[in-house]
């Protein structure tokens, strides 16, 4: 009712419902509770009388989600577009922007460090920001940078272009090659990139308090993993 009909008061969804206001106001408080719905003041008519003046119910952004989205198939269908009218290299540089746009605000933290594997440890941060759930862990004589989620994963199946852009986008922030190893858009449990941090015959030396192998880092960020 609050999604097809908008604002209104627990009085009138008691009366459309044909249920007593007070069981209303205990589902209507559930969702407030879950933040699925808020509250504003009810335009007044009339004279105002005494007591608290009335409260419209409205669904919230959280709330109306409850009723599915097709993004994901908005997505593809306009990079399926761009594809067809301007061609694969439309795409890339789409896939390209994108990255940059993701991962540009976090350039300077990010570059500041000069050893490779600081910086994959900063890079996971900066993706932990942005949704990624991003971690590294010491393998060998190099970096595993996982993304536990990725927010375009069924995209990105079908245009590969996000992962490619994605990955170079990494190569370029870390100084050095890198190689994606799995990804969630192929089926994989996650986006496993390997970050080399030493050449062959000269072993990384591991940092302080680490083994190699070590156990996976989780990156750890301020406020939660919220914008400070």
């Known amino acids: 009712m609050l999604l097809e009909q908008g604002p209104m008061t627990a009085?009138?969804?008691?009366?459309?419902?044909?249920?007593?206001?007070?069981?209303?106001?205990?589902?209507?408080?559930?969702?407030?509770?879950?933040?699925?719905?808020?509250?504003?003041?009810?335009?007044?008519?009339?004279?105002?009388?005494?007591?608290?003046?009335?409260?419209?119910?409205?669904?919230?952004?959280?709330?109306r989600a409850r009723f599915g989205h097709a993004y994901d198939d908005l997505a593809s269908s306009a990079i399926r577009f761009l594809s067809d009218h301007a061609g694969e290299d439309a795409v890339k540089a789409f896939a390209e922007a994108r990255v940059a746009s993701l991962v540009g605000p976090h350039q300077e933290a990010i570059t500041k460090h000069t050893d490779p594997a600081a910086r994959a440890e900063a890079l996971a941060a900066a993706l932990t920001r942005e949704g990624y759930a991003a971690s590294t862990r010491q393998v060998g004589v190099g970096e595993q940078l996982c993304q536990h989620h990725c927010p375009v994963a069924h995209v990105a199946a079908e245009f590969p272009q996000l992962c490619e852009a994605e990955t170079e986008a990494f190569a370029h922030l870390l100084g050095t090659h890198v190689q994606r190893l799995a990804t969630i858009a192929r089926g994989d449990n996650a986006c496993t990139t390997h970050v080399p941090v030493a050449s062959a015959g000269h072993p990384a030396?591991?940092?302080?308090?680490?083994?190699?192998?070590?156990?996976?880092?989780t990156a750890r960020i301020p406020n939660g993993g919220k914008p400070a």
Request: hydrophobic content about 35%; overall charge positive; charged content about 25%.
């Open 205 to 217: 030396t591991p940092r302080p308090g680490s083994t190699a192998p070590s156990p996976g880092r």
């Open 11 to 63: 009085v009138v969804v008691a009366e459309q419902l044909g249920i007593s206001a007070a069981a209303v106001r205990r589902h209507l408080d559930a969702l407030l509770a879950d933040g699925e719905a808020e509250t504003r003041d009810a335009p007044r008519r009339g004279p105002r009388g005494r007591g608290r003046p009335a409260k419209n119910f409205l669904l919230t952004e959280a709330g």
